[in-house]
């Protein structure tokens, strides 16, 4: 499985984006999937996670009611959708999935990674 994650880019506090995760390789439709990030100097962290079929969704606590996932098995793809956008939101955003029905907080769950797409807040 190949994992292409796009749609970062600079924006204001109080701006939004939603990144995109598109698989290739092999259908990801029963996998769960997740998204995590990491700040220049800081760890690898749980950012947001959907089971197989949407039906259930992981968010960590500091984003909650401000980033939304998603996902559209039809075309493979996961979204994050990140609202009210923050400086500290800054960071490289990272999609990945794990041959599994629901998704994980835990990093060391996954199989499989995305290369990052850059998300930059300017206050």
């Known amino acids: 499985v190949q994992l292409q994650a796009s749609g970062g880019g600079s924006v204001q506090a109080g701006g939004s984006l939603r990144l995109s995760c598109a698989a290739s390789g092999r259908a990801v439709s029963s996998y769960g999937m997740g998204w995590f990030r990491q700040a220049l100097g800081k760890e690898h962290v749980f950012v947001a996670g959907?089971?197989?079929?949407?039906?259930?969704?992981l968010i960590e606590d500091s984003v909650k009611g401000q980033f939304t996932i998603s996902r559209d098995n039809a075309k493979n793809t996961v979204y994050l959708q990140m609202n009210s956008l923050k400086p500290e939101d800054t960071a490289v955003y990272y999609c990945?999935?794990?041959?599994?029905?629901?998704?994980?907080?835990?990093?060391?769950?996954?199989?499989?990674w995305g290369q990052g797409t850059q998300v930059t807040v300017s206050s």
């Open positions: 959907i089971n197989w079929s949407g039906t259930s969704t």
């Open positions: 990945a999935t794990r041959q599994g029905y629901s998704s994980s907080t835990n990093s060391r769950a996954y199989d499989y």
